[in-house]
Each structure stands twice: as C-alpha cells, then as structure tokens.
C-alpha cells in the first residue's frame, strides 16, 4: 500500500474497543459514554480486518483501545492473530496497554507471539496517579509491569508530559525507567474530543523538556525506530533510550506509514484529520475480500500529507472531535 506522497504504509494500529477501566483526565472525560456493544465489530471480524492488511503489506500490527485488555476474550483473537507471525506474513504483534490487567495476560500474551509492549503511565506517585487516570490503582500497575518483564515482555513506558501536573517528574520517570531497562517515550497532549478540562492549561512543549532534560543529561540523537513516530536520543548518564513524540511541536508527518481502525471498522488515515472510510460495510457485504480490498485501496489513496493539530486557545475546542480512545492510541 503506497499512498500518492509516496509512503508505504506497513503499520496498522487498531482499536478493539473504546471501553477503559481509567478515566484519564487528557483522554475522556469521566462520565464517558461508550459505543453500544451491537456498532463494535466482533472479535472475528476485526480478525478478518487485520488479516486483509497483513495481505496487502502491513508488517506491525498494534491492538489499541479504550483499554485493549478489558476486550471479552479479546487473548482468543490474539492468538488467533498470531499465526500471521508463525506464517512471517506478520514482523510484530503488539499492544498499547494502561498496565492493569498485565498481571493476569502477561504469560499468555508472550505464548501469543508478543516481544514487547507499550505501557502508558504518567506518574510514580500514588496519589497523583490516581488524579490522573481517576480510577486507576498504581500498585496493580506497577504489579503488571513486573509480570510483564517476568514473563520476558520488553517494556516501553509511554508518560504524556502536563504541564503543572507531572513535569517535575520526568527526570525521576527517565533514572526510573532506565534503571529497570525500560525505554521511555514522553508525548504531547493531543486535542483529540471533548474533556473535562482545559487543554491550553495541560500542553507542554517537548522543545521545553528536552531543553531541561539537557541541563541534567547528556542527550545524543540515535537513529533507533520502532516502526513508530518517536525521535530517540541515548541518555549518556544512564545508558537508556528517551523518545519525544511530537505532534504539536514538530510532526512526524514526512515519515508516516500507519493508519488506524476503529473498534467500528471507520479507517482513519491520519490520527489529526476527521476523514475516514467504512470498512464495516464491505467487510460485511461478502465473505471475500474483493469489495474490502478495494475499500481499502481507495481509503489509502485518500492518506492526507499531513495533520492539522493546534491548541485552540481561542474557542479551546478539540482540533478533532472523536476521543482518542476511539480511534485507538
């Protein structure tokens, strides 16, 4: 799949739901309401909808959410999925996780076929964290994180950087994670859909942090990808990776190779635009792939060269509408 700015796209992230056990306070606000359980594709055909991408070229596949793990049964399509990686149709299978459910799923997910994982937390503090994600519980986190690496999961720990929230934090979350041998990735807050709170108040600029970061570190600029938006610099001091996800300060746009689906089946080929195309419709027309290859194939054609993020501190709307946990982190 090449789009008409020449980018080959090779990576599928997908939400399997838009439900979350947490309420983060940058993601949704906390008297959500979710997707009736008859709009959300089934486990098998969201299956069929990853397979169909794998046949037309995409390599990394990473289920998303809401919170993937919280999905019914969601290990029985994992499983299923991971006879693309056992074929070598499939580089890596993946997911993006809040961490709560890891201590149940670790073991299971590495017998899938799954290497590594990325586990969004923003703070190590007990009380700030549940500020943050409302309903979370750190302890049965950080009870995850250690089955995951007992399991022989490698961990990326992703922390969005809040301004006047945990900014203070993020030397300790850097010397935390690099002890532990985990990366980490700090990323902008984005403004995807309506929340309680006032975005303006939460951005920080990554140009800011890593200027402060610098004033402790020494930062060198590697060229180590995962396949994802991150720019990686190697701490001297510590000897780990640190990752800047950027989407308001200097995008990632020149270098995308991804698309997402939604737990729906809308595609969205940028994160930062509204335009989408409905795979429910066909996967569901036929029992072959003809009208979704073809759906898809158009879609790609639609890829647009770029987002249109900006904090709106005028009206301080979202620059999207839809939540990011429907769209798939």
């Not at 939604?262 to 009208?291: H, I, N, V």
Request: hydrophobic residues 35%; glycine residues 8%.
């Amino acid at each position: 799949m090449i789009d008409t700015f020449g980018r080959a796209v090779t990576y599928l992230r997908v939400s399997v739901t838009d439900r979350c056990d947490f309420r983060c306070v940058y993601c949704m606000a906390e008297d959500m309401t979710f997707l009736p359980k008859r709009e959300v594709l089934t486990l098998e055909e969201l299956d069929r909808l990853c397979s169909a991408f794998i046949a037309k070229g995409v390599r990394k596949l990473r289920l998303t959410g809401g919170e993937p793990l919280v999905r019914r049964n969601i290990m029985s399509m994992i499983r299923g999925l991971s006879r693309h990686l056992e074929s070598g149709a499939l580089e890596e299978l993946t997911l993006t996780t809040n961490g709560s459910q890891l201590h149940r799923f670790s073991g299971e997910l590495y017998d899938c076929g799954v290497r590594r994982i990325n586990v969004s937390l923003d703070t190590l503090e007990k009380d700030r964290f549940r500020a943050i994600t409302r309903w979370g519980d750190l302890g049965k986190v950080m009870d995850g994180i250690r089955a995951a690496t007992d399991a022989g999961l490698k961990v990326k720990i992703n922390m969005v950087a809040l301004k006047g929230v945990n900014e203070h934090e993020i030397l300790p979350m850097t010397r935390w994670c690099h002890e532990h041998g985990y990366d980490l990735t700090l990323i902008e807050t984005m403004p995807l859909g309506e929340i309680d709170g006032d975005r303006t108040d939460q951005y920080l600029p990554l140009s800011l942090v890593r200027a402060r970061i610098a004033e402790e570190f020494t930062l060198t600029d590697i060229p180590y990808k995962t396949g994802g938006p991150a720019r990686y610099v190697e701490v001297e001091e510590t000897g780990g990776r640190l990752g800047f996800i950027t989407p308001m300060t200097h995008n990632f746009c020149e270098s995308c190779n991804r698309v997402r689906i939604t737990c729906t089946g809308m595609l969205y080929m940028c994160l930062g635009q509204d335009d989408s195309a409905d795979l429910r419709a066909p996967l569901r027309a036929s029992e072959g792939d003809e009208l979704l290859f073809a759906a898809i194939d158009e879609a790609i054609g639609r890829k647009p060269k770029g987002h249109d993020f900006i904090i709106d501190r005028r009206t301080k709307r979202p620059a999207v509408s839809r939540h990011m946990s429907v769209t798939g982190g």
